[in-house]
């Protein structure tokens, strides 16, 4: 039997995380998987190969690993984009941002010439009005869009709906005495047409089209996510919390398993609705279906909400402008159950902490189950843990847990975590990357697309730059070098899965899978490097060009 | 005519409460009632196996008429769906998760139009719950939980000594000064106090507290039925009712073609079911605690000052 062909890569430089070799100009690839880098006539030694100098003006990283995403990103682009910032659809185009409350109105105006029946609702999403001034987004604002569709805009935060008055109408919430503290009204006292929170939003949400069922096992939007991980580098995403039904295990399993699928999807499924004892077996058996690019069988756990919705669990002296403190999500006493079940199981569990109450609740009881059932190499993860402080980083490290920290939070909340959420001294230490790597703490970083866009060059820059959306820089001292930066949105975010044994370096016997790129990461300038412009990847030795294919 | 709403009873409190022992023994007092009881999931509430006839994924038949469902984080989808999936359903029952804000599940209830809040339950164990009120993590949520009530289940009773009791009720007054307190052994409440007076039919308290050992619930309760004046207002009267201090638990009367509701601290106003009697108020409250004066007082056309300062 002959053996499989070998290729060669050439490249500029090849940036390989392997500190035995850290840069090396030729990749030897067979079967998909690495054979070793190095100069040509050490690869040669593998036998007959054939050289290809596709990338010999380019550089070659590990592929990128983005350790806290959600498929839903790819859902997201059948509305219509409305954010501040430009961002790049799956198809490559850039949608510049909107400048102005009238530029969004005047988007949906556009939007909405293109449909036909005069019925069928209109959604957009990544709506920020605070950029635009004190003025709320009120209903008149979209009956200019339509009186007799549905519209609605879901924020850039997620947290908030704005709607036009049809979409209220419809809700059966065009009606005076309505009495919840996430529906404004008017003087009028109607509502304004803006809805916080799950509960306001969900009762509208089917009727603009934002529905469960329109966003749960969404084939097309998985396919356009992947093509978003091709432009962005990434060769391992994360679908962090998903439900996985069967049909949606079925979808995704037979989606990722085409021959031309580009990325290695590693799904969480949501600790809701069952018990410890349930989840952990459901996450056994859905580990034994995992194939090389649909990684199954860890578990995702809310402890506590967001900080910008006032909903994340903090430690005295709470929240900067007096708001009452968060809310739970899950008891202590399930926690500690998952926690100490899933170590005797060897279930990887990644627990979404954004307070640092919640991150102190999640460390005692981890410390507990540890003492109940102690296991050397968990991998136990806070993700998002933006507040955590540096004994609660020195706590995670005696436990053995790494942290998935936010730096992009930086960038697009920053300003108001400043001003309003947590005021000036916990905004400069929050995302505190240089304070968990001193610490010990096994370190990844993040986008949490769709929330903010994925791109993890563009949250290596945040975690380097630390600069806001009004250009003020938060806390310099827990800024990171570009190295760091880089190892961490590779070999970082590949520990934290279990897959730093198969990715996250370019070194023999590893996958095949890289980030080409047009531009050096560590010759650029450090506040340049989110402009690193990207070829696409290489994922199990196929290549994948961004534009083109 | 408006169709009458749903009336919703949410059930708060903190894990080891007794919320599963009072579901549990609202299905087995349903009585024909069709209940559909939500629970966060089965795992955390089961359900008593010989009340369950079939099971369907996330839907428990229950002997008797009632459904139970599970809805995780999905509360808001399960009651939009539920009117039509589940026509016959007459009262519905919400058992929320330990760390919820049953006042927030509440509010968001009330933005379905096919519903009405009938009453928040907040279930505490009085062995407990001061502990946990004091507690880094957990106290706010405790408290957060009671100032909601308008009925606390002070559940429990007989694993603490009399001064504790009384040191903890008096605790919980001040935790939700306007919501009625019930003590508890076993979640054995009446179940009529949350799955409501029917009409027409005098209140049936001791047909439903079969369980052997509990309270005889004559001796606990007291009902009252009054003939209401034609020229009285709803909204008053329902003001008057659940003022503090009247001790009125439940109260159901049917008025100028509405039907008044009130539940410890709450009343409602909806439409009045078809073929209710008019002019009759039903009270229930705790037989020391019950004031008759007050209620008598309720039905006086004219205002009393000091009903009005109330």
């Known amino acids: 039997m002959t053996p499989s062909p070998i290729t060669i890569f050439r490249a500029r430089r090849i940036l390989t995380m392997n500190p035995a070799r850290p840069e090396a100009t030729h990749v030897a690839v067979r079967d998909g998987r690495i054979l070793g880098t190095g100069p040509l006539e050490e690869l040669a030694g593998w036998g007959t190969y054939t050289l290809d100098d596709s990338f ?98 879901m924020h850039a935060s997620g947290h908030i709906f704005n709607v036009n008055t049809r979409a209220l109408e419809m809700a059966g919430l065009l009606r005076p005495g309505v009495n919840h503290p996430g529906i404004p009204l008017g003087d009028d006292g109607l509502p304004t047409g803006e809805l916080k929170g799950p509960d306001a939003m969900t009762i509208v949400g089917a009727h603009i089209g934002f529905d469960r069922e329109a966003l749960a096992n969404d084939e097309d939007g998985l396919r356009r996510f992947a093509k978003l991980c091709v432009r962005q580098g990434v060769t391992t995403a994360t679908d962090l919390a998903n439900l996985l039904p069967d049909d949606a295990v079925s979808m995704m399993a037979r989606v990722t398993g085409e021959a031309g699928f580009p990325v290695r999807i590693v799904s969480f499924r949501r600790f809701q609705a069952l018990t410890p004892e349930q989840v952990v077996d459901l996450a056994v058996k859905l580990k034994a279906k995992s194939t090389d690019r649909l990684r199954l069988g860890a578990v995702k756990l809310f402890v506590d909400g967001s900080i910008q919705g006032f909903s994340a669990r903090l430690r005295w002296p709470g929240y900067y402008n007096g708001a009452p403190n968060g809310l739970w999500y899950t008891p202590p006493e399930a926690i ?192 340049k490097l989110k402009d690193v412009r990207i070829w696409g990847t290489v994922q199990g030795g196929r290549l994948f060009p961004a534009n083109g294919a | 005519m408006r169709r009458a709403r749903l009336p919703v009873t949410v059930i708060g409190g903190y894990l080891g409460a007794g919320k599963t022992t009072l579901v549990n023994r609202l299905l087995r007092a349903a009585d024909g009632r069709k209940l559909a009881v939500l629970v966060n999931d089965f795992g955390t509430t089961p359900v008593d196996r010989d009340l369950i006839v079939s099971s369907n994924g996330d839907t428990l038949e229950i002997s008797g008429g009632c459904i139970c469902c599970s809805y995780g984080s999905d509360l808001m989808d399960v009651l939009m769906a539920l009117p039509e999936r589940q026509p016959d359903v007459e009262r519905v029952v919400i ?84 919501a009625r307190i019930l003590p508890s052994t076993r979640a054995d409440i009446a179940p009529d106090l949350l799955l409501g007076l029917r009409d027409g039919a005098p209140p049936r308290l001791s047909a439903t507290l079969t369980t052997p050992g509990a309270p005889d619930a004559a001796a606990l309760y007291e009902s009252l039925e009054l003939d209401v004046p034609e020229n009285i207002d709803a909204d008053e009267l329902g003001r008057r009712l659940s003022a503090p201090g009247t001790g009125v638990l439940r109260a159901k009367g049917v008025l100028n073609g509405a039907a008044l509701h009130v539940v410890g601290q709450r009343f409602e106003i909806d439409a009045a079911p078809a073929g209710a009697k008019p002019g009759k108020l039903v009270v229930i409250g705790l037989r020391a605690r019950l004031d008759r004066h007050a209620v008598a007082e309720a039905l006086q056309p004219r205002l009393s000052t000091s009903l009005r300062n109330g």
């Open chain 2, 95 to 178: 058992e929320t998760s330990g760390v919820a804000l049953p006042g927030m599940v509440a509010s968001a209830v009330s933005l379905l139009l096919p519903y009405r809040i009938d009453g928040i339950v907040v279930m505490v164990d009085v062995e407990t719950v001061r502990t946990m009120a004091g507690d880094a993590y957990l106290g706010d949520t405790i408290t957060r939980q009671l100032s909601a009530a308008d009925l606390v289940v002070a559940n429990r009773c007989d694993l603490v000594d009399e001064t504790s009791l009384q040191e903890t009720l008096a605790w919980l007054a001040l935790q939700s000064p306007a």
């Open chain 1, 336 to 527: 500690s159950g998952l926690y100490k079940l899933a170590l005797e199981k060897g279930v990887l569990v990644h627990s979404h902490t954004n307070g640092d109450q919640a991150t102190e609740m999640a460390l005692d009881c981890l410390e507990g189950a540890l003492l109940d059932q102690p296991a050397r190499d968990h991998r136990f993860t806070l993700q998002h843990c933006q507040l955590a402080d540096a004994a609660q980083f020195r706590r995670m490290a005696r436990l053995g847990m790494c942290a998935n920290l936010f730096p992009n939070h930086h960038f697009y909340w920053g300003d108001q975590h400043y001003e309003t959420t947590v005021g000036p001294e916990r905004a400069m230490r929050m995302n505190a990357c240089a304070t968990a790597l001193a610490s010990g703490v096994p370190l990844a970083i993040h986008s949490d697309a769709p929330v903010t866009p994925l791109g993890p060059l563009f949250t290596a820059w945040g975690a380097v730059n630390r600069r806001t959306a009004s250009g003020r820089v938060l806390g310099t001292s827990e800024a990171i070098s570009v190295a760091d930066a880089l190892r961490t949105i590779t070999l970082g975010a590949a520990w934290t899965l279990k897959l730093d044994g198969e990715v996250g370096s370019i070194e023999c016997g590893k996958r095949a899978d890289f980030a080409v790129l047009e531009d050096d990461p560590l010759e650029i300038a450090p506040e």
């Open chain 1, 56 to 153: 010999a003006d380019k550089v070659l990283m590990p592929g990128f690993v983005e350790g806290h995403s959600h498929a839903a990103e790819g859902t997201f682009w059948r509305y219509t984009y409305l954010g501040r910032f430009d961002r790049m659809d799956p198809e490559g185009k850039v949608w510049p941002g909107a400048q102005s409350i009238e530029d969004v109105v005047a988007r949906l105006q556009e939007a909405e010439r293109k449909l036909g029946s005069p019925t069928e609702s209109l959604a957009g999403w990544g709506l920020d009005p605070i950029y635009y001034g004190d003025r709320r987004v009120v209903r008149a604002d979209f009956d200019r869009v339509s009186t007799t569709r549905a519209v609605g805009v």
